[in-house]
């Protein structure tokens, strides 16, 4: 188990955080950043090319 910064934990400190997240555009989910996303991250928007492929219908 990782447990990472004390007191409440309620609140949640970008400081410490040693990885950037991002919410997939498909499953609405969390995910982290990855090395292959090292050279895109800024524009990556779904958390494998399963979301990716994936997109709701009716959003052009
Ligand atoms: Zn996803």
Redesign the pocket.
Known sequence: MTRRGRGTGSERRKAGTPRPVKV?A??G?E?QWRRKWAACWDLVR???DR?RNDRPTGNR
Do not use: A, E, G, N
């Open positions: 997939c498909t499953c989910r995910f779904y958390c494998s979301c």
